[in-house]
Structures are given as C-alpha cells and as structure tokens.
C-alpha cells in the first residue's frame, strides 16, 4: 500500500459514503453461547480439556449432541430455551468419539477404538437420548471419522479413515491399512449390526489409490453418497443401497490471486499460488446433482475456499480466495497460518423460509460463512463470529435455529474454553461485524491486534487506532470511520524508520500531537530487545523521536509497560501521560504508576494508581485518555470468559495529576468508576474477551472502547469495537 498521511486519511473519511439504511431481511444473530466444559462429570476438575467437535440435533429441535474427543464422551445440551442452554450431561465410552448423528431418539456415535495406526478399530454405540443408556454397538472394522444418515434415516454412511500417522514419513500416504466405507440400515432409529456392508474405495484415487482416506460423507434424496477422500484429493459419490460406486473424481487443484502467504508479520494481501490441490474436508448436498466442498487444503495446500461440484466432477463454481479475502476485512485472518490460510473445513447445509443456504466453517479464522444458493454464484449473505476453530454445525430451521461446535479449549493457557454456539435468523441487523476494512489504491487492508484509540481533532465520529507487535513487520496507523455500521477503516498508515517498515515496535497506545503526527506509547519486552519508549511519528509516518524512560524508571522494569498514553495541554505546556499495565519491581503490590514527560523540557515524572483487587489472574491497565477534566482509564483483569470479572473505564481528575520525580514517594490518585463494559462484551453473546485495549473520546464526546484479537493468535479473532455514548452523560 502506498504511504498515506494522516490528513490524506481524513480526506478519504470525507468522501465515504454513508451506512446503507437497515434491511428487514432476516439474518442471523447469535444469542448464547456454552462452555462444553459445564458437561464435566461431579468430581472431575472443571479445569479439565473438553471439546465440542461435530454436533447433532434431536428431531424436535430440542436437544444437542455433540462428539467430546479429549473426554471419550458425547455431550447433552438442553435448548428448550435456545437463549439459555442448559447442561444435560455426557456419556463416556472407552475409546474417542469421531462424529454424531441423531435418528428417532437414538444417538448413533462413531467411536474410535483403535491400538495404533496399524491396528485400526471402531464401533458405532446407539445411544438413547432419555435414559442416556448404550442399547447397541457395531464393530465397524476400522476407525471411523464422519457419519451421515439419509433423508428417512434409514440408511447411515460411515467414513471409515485408518488415518495415517503424521510422524511418518512426515504423514505421506500410503500408509496402510486402506480405509472404506461402511453402510447399514435402520429402522426406527435402531441400527441392524447384521447389515453391514463394506465398500471398497481403493483403486480409485490418482493420489495413493490403494490408500483412500475417507474424511466426510453426506446423502442426497437419491440416497446417493458422497465421500470425500481428503488426502488423496478425490471425491466419490456410492449408491446407498447397494454400495456400487456411480462416478468418482479428482478435487483438482486452484490457483489463488490476492492472498497473503508469508508468515512475515505482517497482512498483504498480493501474492500467489498456482495450482494446488483442494483437498476436500466437510461435503454436502446442495440438491441431487450438486454437492459443495470445503477445501482445507490442511495437508499440503492451502486452497482457502470451497467449490461446487456436479457429481460427475464438473467444476460448477469455484470461490478461490475470496471466503478468505471477506474474513481478512473483518479482522479475522490469522497471519501465522499464511501457508494454509483460514482452513474451510465444516459445512452444513438447509433451507430456511424460501431460501437455501449453506454454511463455511474456517477453522482458523473462526468464521462462519452464511451463502445463498442461487443455482449459480453463491451470495454471501453473512460472516457470523463463532468460537475458536469451529468443527461442525447443525442447522434447525423449524426453529430458525443454526448451532456450531468449536474444538479448541485453551484453558491450560488461560484462554478460552470450548463453547457451542447458537444463532437466530429473524429481521433485524447483524450484531457482527461491528468493524471492517476497506481497500485501498486497489489494495485489502489487512487488520487486527487493535491496541489503542485516539480521537482526530474536530472530527466527529473519526478516530486513529494502532496495531501491536503481533505485526512486527508492518505497524500501522489507522483511520476508523465510526459513524458508519459497522465502523470502517478508510486508510492505513504504515510506520517507518529511515524509510523501512520500523522494528521493534509493540505500540499499545497513540495521542495526536497536534501537528499532525502521533505520539505512541511502545511497550518493551527485554526477550525480543524491544524497549519502554515514547515514540513520534510524522504526518507521513515517519519515527523522528525515540525517548527511552529514564535510569530512575528503567531501574524497576518489568515486561508490562506503557499501554496508553495521551496529552494534556497544548505547546510547551503539553504533558505526556503513560499508563503502565502492571507493577513494577519499584511498585508496591496493588499500585501501577501513571508515568509523565514533558517534551519542552523533557522532565518525567509519576503518580501512583490504585487497581482493583482479585482472587485470580492479575489486574492492570489498558488505555489511557484525557478529555475535559478528566482523564480515563481502562482497568481490566487478564482472564476471559466465565472466569473475567473486571473490565472497567474509570476516570481520574486532572487536577489530581501532580507528577512527583522519580524516585522519590509517589501521592496516589483517587479513581471514580464509569462504566462497567463487560455488559457490552456481552452484547454479541460470546464469551467475555479478555483484552479490552482501547479506548478514546471523538470531538463530540462520545466514547468508543475496541477490544484486541491477538492476530487471531489462540484468539476466536473477534474484534469488539462499539460506542458507549456521550462521556459527560456519565
């Protein structure tokens, strides 16, 4: 992207156009979300892996199921009160649920049971959802991965993997046994073991043909069944009735303009990939004649999208990057997975109303992709936020209902616990994105990893923000329009030092200095030899100074330094203000320092600030910003989800910053609380973000508070940017 100066990034606010009037269509909106971790048996620890990995719905709409691997188990959700999920237990089995279906009151789980990757194993347990009790097992003969059922449930299709060993010869195939794939019947939801039929995928494929890798099935109403073999990039649709194999092909391969493949740092959105292989995951019918793939390309591609395929193996439509490209505008593209990018894996697929949809699942995105089937090109209808690395979904439409379940639990890190998550089509607005990118001299502009907000001076509405060190290689000053909905990012300032991309910058809080250039507050961080520093940029986004803190403060340094920092007063009488995140070794237990510099005499000075107290985690800072008679900060603790407690603006009175020297008794500064904001992080029904970054007042003085993705680093990717209206009302 060419260099943009501030004043150029307001001008390109000028010309915008305005928010588009609210449409009465229907859309989906997601109203609860539960931690698969409240399925816990008594007595197990709570801080216990658990996972929500393919899911399932009772036929009265009812009841979830869905498959627990780290648990050996399947879990219950209750959603009589789809608002309000109820925990409804889980079922243990001695080996590890693959996948879930639901016939007739009877939950049909594919259990892997195998000894190694050379002894594979697995039964199918029919499990009643009422007493919860197993009725029936099926020795299937191999390990299995996904199931299906068609249309009168009848028949169930099961894809039986043999999946290869990754610490073998770096996961090639082949690497035997073969998989296949197992059809038997039902009736009444009760399976019939004695019906079992094994049917042969080998000698099909042009990638390792006599080693077929069955990864998702799906039937049509023709009780057609289409496999797709992931790894030897090839599809196969079977007669289910008789097994016989009516046409198979290859997935082929994609070349892909306008993506970003280098794990560099940094979002750009320029480069390319010639012709690698789909590698279909998830598959479904979208009618009789037409199934929809989604191309993780986990393997050794990288194919980003999904495709549309006739069942002979005509390409019907091919969306390349442009799933991806949508994600990268809301925030959710996750740079360290450049090789591979947002990883399409789950699909599901149903008619709601008058309209057919089908639904994306980026498993490192965390994105949900809700398409229109036209006939033709799909539309795109909706991008909706899910939890981290969502695994499967379900759609229940005489509910309007659509549910996902998302596989990460990051709880032995501290971050956030494996959900399920349930959204409503009704009219009314999207309650997500609530901030998106724009282009740019014909270029993405690629965000995420917000960490600080500054107000422009005489603009309503326009703000400045500033990316972390999540981007090494590409800081970067933006320009967000938030009198538009969702909020957008009009322009892109990159940040330079002697005309390179500046290193070394972890910018976690930026002021205007009145010239047309910022000041930042850089955190330091000894391990990757950045230091605690004020810096300021020129209009053009140039770094012309670089003041290092001072011996008397550097003396009790610790990693969590400035994370905000804004002026009060003009001219020479301009002071800096810095908020340090949390004590140093110079601290007493409980107080964080408000740092001051003073550029027309370059003298430092400090306050004490008194935190909130906790039982757990820690609590420190997060913005900094004056405006009136008041400067206001942002206090919040580091935990996320069920566990956070504080996320607070408070204010502080100008009148009470009286810098002392460093080194000496630091007075200590009273705190009036705002506003309590964990209210708004649960306005979209997720979970509670831990990482409430920024926050700034805009000429009208009105607050805007965003919140920081980590670069959808073990992040569900969400970037939480809303206004909390006028500050004086407060």
Not at 176 to 193: E, H, I, N, Q, R
Not at 260 to 288: I, Q, S
Not at 352 to 371: H, K, M, P, Q, T
Request: aromatic content about 6%; glycine content about 10%.
């Amino acid at each position: 992207m060419k260099t943009r100066s501030l004043t150029a990034a307001l001008a390109a606010v000028l010309a915008a156009s305005v928010a588009p009037a609210a449409s009465a269509e229907p859309v989906f909106n997601r109203i609860a979300s539960f931690a698969v971790a409240g399925n816990l048996p008594e007595g197990v620890d709570k801080a216990t892996p658990s996972s929500s990995e393919i899911i399932a719905a009772s036929e009265d709409g009812n009841t979830l199921v869905y498959s627990d691997s780290p648990n050996k188990a399947v879990g219950f959700i209750d959603i009589t009160d789809a608002r309000a999920p109820k925990a409804g237990g889980s079922v243990s089995f001695d080996g590890e649920p693959t996948s879930v279906t639901i016939a007739a009151g009877k939950a049909l789980v594919a259990i892997n049971t195998r000894e190694s990757f050379v002894k594979p194993s697995g039964i199918l347990a029919q499990v009643d959802l009422a007493s919860k009790a197993v009725d029936a097992t099926c020795d299937l003969g191999g390990q299995p991965d996904s199931i299906a059922l068609n249309k009168d449930k009848t028949l169930a299709a099961i894809a039986i993997e043999n999946e290869r060993d990754e610490e073998v010869n770096d996961g090639d195939i082949p690497q035997m046994p073969a998989g296949d794939l197992v059809l038997l019947s039902l009736k009444d939801g009760v399976v019939d073991c004695g019906s079992i039929k094994h049917v042969a995928l080998t000698g099909l494929a042009e990638v390792a043909g006599e080693d077929p890798e069955p990864e998702f099935v799906s039937f049509n109403g023709l009780d057609e069944v289409a496999v797709t073999l992931q790894e030897n990039n090839h599809i196969v649709i079977v007669d289910g009735k008789t097994g016989t194999v009516k046409s198979h092909f290859s997935a082929g391969t994609v070349s892909l303009a306008g993506v970003d493949t280098k794990k560099d740092g940094a979002l750009k959105f320029t480069d390319k990939v010639e012709d690698v292989a789909r590698e279909p995951d998830a598959v479904k019918w979208l009618d009789d004649d037409r199934l929809v793939v989604a191309n993780e390309g986990d393997w050794k591609g990288g194919a980003r999208g999904f495709t549309i395929f006739d069942k002979q193996g005509k390409v019907l439509y091919e969306n390349g990057p442009a799933f991806e490209r949508e994600i990268a505008r809301i925030g959710h593209y996750p740079d360290k997975r450049n090789k591979k990018g947002v990883e399409p894996e789950g699909l599901e697929a149903a008619k709601f109303g008058e309209d057919n949809l089908f639904f994306v699942l980026a498993e490192r995105a965390s994105i949900v992709g809700v398409y229109k089937d036209t006939g033709a090109e799909p539309q795109l209808l909706q991008l909706l936020p899910s939890g981290i690395a969502p695994e499967g979904a379900v759609a229940i439409p005489g509910r309007n209902l659509l549910v996902t379940a998302n596989e990460a639990d990051l709880v032995e890190d501290g971050g956030a616990r494996s959900h399920v998550m349930i959204y409503e089509r009704a009219e009314g607005e999207a309650a997500y994105p609530q901030i998106v990118s724009t282009e740019k001299d014909g270029e993405l502009i690629g965000f995420g990893a917000l960490s600080g907000l500054a107000p422009v001076k005489d603009k309503p509405g326009i703000l400045y923000a500033v990316n972390d060190s999540f981007y090494a290689s590409q800081p970067t000053i933006f320009t967000i329009d938030a009198t538009q909905k969702p909020a957008r990012i009009v322009d892109a300032l990159r940040i330079t030092r002697n005309g390179a991309p500046a290193q070394k910058l972890d910018s976690e809080g930026l002021t205007p200095d009145g010239e047309g250039g910022v000041w930042l507050a850089n955190e330091g961080d000894a391990d990757k030899l950045y230091a605690h520093a004020i810096i300021h940029v020129n209009e053009k986004g140039e770094i012309d100074k670089e003041i290092a803190i001072p011996a008397e403060l550097r003396a009790g340094e610790k990693r969590f330094g400035f994370e905000g920092i804004t002026s009060v007063g003009e001219g020479d009488d301009m002071v800096l203000w810095m908020a340090v995140q949390r004590e140093w070794g110079d601290d007493e237990k409980g107080f964080v320092k408000l740092v001051s510099y003073k550029p027309s005499d370059k003298e430092w000075g400090a306050v004490r600030y008194p935190l909130d107290k906790t039982e757990s985690g820690w609590i420190g800072l997060s913005e900094i910003t004056a405006n009136g008679d008041h400067a206001y900060i942002i206090e919040r603790d580091n935990l996320i989800g069920e566990a956070a407690k504080l996320k607070k603006l408070y204010r502080v009175a100008l009148a009470d910053l009286k810098p002392v020297k460093l080194g000496g008794e630091l007075p200590v500064v009273k705190k009036e609380e705002v506003r309590d904001l964990i209210p708004n992080l649960k306005a979209t029904n997720g979970y509670v973000v831990d990482k409430v970054e920024g926050f700034a007042i805009d000429a009208a003085g009105n607050g805007y508070v965003v919140t920081d993705n980590d670069g959808v680093d073990d992040s569900s990717g969400e970037t939480l940017f809303f206004g909390i209206g006028p500050i004086n009302a407060m």
